[in-house]
């Protein structure tokens, strides 16, 4: 891991601190890998590196058992594949909604022939296990699919994975389990096997501690045989996992196997950072301990200077981010603009109902992991500063 001092000479106003819900600040060890020479994707050192990510993947997302898959796009692209892959025309798929996300992932799946329900919950709520049950077997027919936005990036809301995937499999058990863990991968506890997920998709960029442009999924036994059993053909070219199945496969075999030229740069620069997650001291557990404890303090500050959260309690709170109010009277451009002004870069609200109601702070990878570099206390006190310059008059701090 990099030492803080070696940020002393950052330019803040050119570059200020980047704590929005992803992309996120960057351990030093890895922009450096984005600057690698130019290589062959097939040559022997870069085959060996993507096979070694691969590798490093089962470990991060728990799934010993999985089929991973590195991809060129965003996470976005994980809603397709999962679309084009698992779901055939007509099917049932049920969507645990608890913000923007869960519209679009539903949306994506209605284009691709899906029948899409939606569990919908007040913004900054999530379903009870009750109405999730009752949702699952008041149909006629099991569920092809139920889809899980572990922390929706729009609201900060975090769902109870484990609690879900155990509800399912106990009530309708054929119903595969897929989890958008776009913001929560790398930096919320989650174990895909042991809990019986059949699909993890992601991006390269938030808790992963990567920059965008990629694409990242670990599919199950269960899911690759459902890929297989397909009546339908993949109804896309790009996003068919029959096709990259093989690559992936060949790559982790070490041997080289063309498809899709992959961005040879995003994929050492994920595999550096994947190599740090699963040798660091503590391996996964403690990476998920130290986003609790950055979550905590983060949470314990803006709530003691009278700031609301998003989130209507606290197990519905994100570790990764937080989804905060603002205070009646704060202006949101001024606010965002003050708090830029102090070198730190947060987000304004993203869901459409509630834009101009909350902001976003993201506290991941190397701003939670690695306390000594400031990036937290940083960034409150910034936001506190921002506050008071917007005439919002905040309790003591505890």
């Known amino acids: 891991m990099s030492h803080p001092s070696e940020h002393a000479d950052r330019d803040f106003k050119q570059f200020p601190l980047c704590m929005i819900p992803g992309p996120v ?17 097939v040559g022997p050192h870069f085959v060996g590196v993507f096979g070694k990510a691969l590798e490093d993947l089962r470990v991060v997302f728990q799934a010993p058992s999985g089929q991973p898959y590195i991809i060129a796009g965003s996470g976005t692209l994980g809603w397709e594949i999962t679309a084009t892959n698992f779901i055939e025309p007509g099917e049932s798929v049920l969507v645990l909604n608890t913000g923007l996300f869960g519209d679009r992932f539903g949306d994506c799946l209605k284009t691709y022939g899906a029948q899409v329900t939606h569990l919908r919950s007040l913004f900054g709520a999530k379903a009870s296990l009750e109405d999730i049950e009752k949702a699952l077997t008041s149909v006629s027919k099991p569920y092809k699919m139920i889809t ?3 922390v929706d990036t729009s609201s900060g809301v975090l769902s109870d994975v484990e609690s879900i995937a155990k509800l399912v499999h106990a009530v309708s058990p054929s119903t595969l389990i897929v989890v958008d863990g776009v913001c929560s991968a790398g930096g919320e506890l989650i174990r895909q ?3 019986g997920v059949d699909i993890v998709l992601t991006g390269s960029q938030k808790a992963l501690g990567a920059s965008p442009g990629l694409c990242i999924l670990m599919v199950s036994p269960r899911g690759i045989q459902t890929m297989e059993r397909r009546q339908a053909p993949p109804s896309a070219y790009y996003a068919s996992l029959k096709r990259w199945t093989p690559i992936m496969m060949s790559y982790e075999a070490r041997k080289p196997q063309y498809f899709g030229t992959p961005p040879v740069q995003l994929v050492i620069a994920l595999a550096t950072s994947l190599r740090q997650l699963v040798t660091a001291a503590g391996g996964m557990d403690e990476r998920w301990v130290k986003h609790q404890t950055a979550n905590r303090h983060m949470k314990k500050y803006l709530k003691s200077r009278g700031l609301k959260m998003v989130p209507v309690n606290t197990d519905a709170e994100a570790n990764v981010m937080s989804a905060v109010y603002y205070p009646d009277g704060v202006s949101p451009p001024a606010f965002l603009s003050a708090v830029l002004a102090r070198g730190v870069q947060i987000a304004g609200g993203l869901h459409p109902d509630y834009t101009t109601k909350y902001f976003r702070i993201g506290h991941m990878n190397v701003s939670a992991i690695e306390p000594e570099r400031g990036h937290l206390d940083k960034t409150l006190e910034a936001v506190d500063a921002a506050m008071k310059e917007c005439g919002y008059q905040a309790a003591a701090a505890l």
């Not at 600040?25 to 062959?40: G, I």
Request: net charge negative.
């Open 148 to 150: 899980i936005t572990h």
């Open 193 to 195: 096997e042991v809990w």
């Open 25 to 41: 600040e960057l351990d030093d060890a890895v922009t450096t890998a984005l600057s690698s020479p130019a290589s062959s994707h």
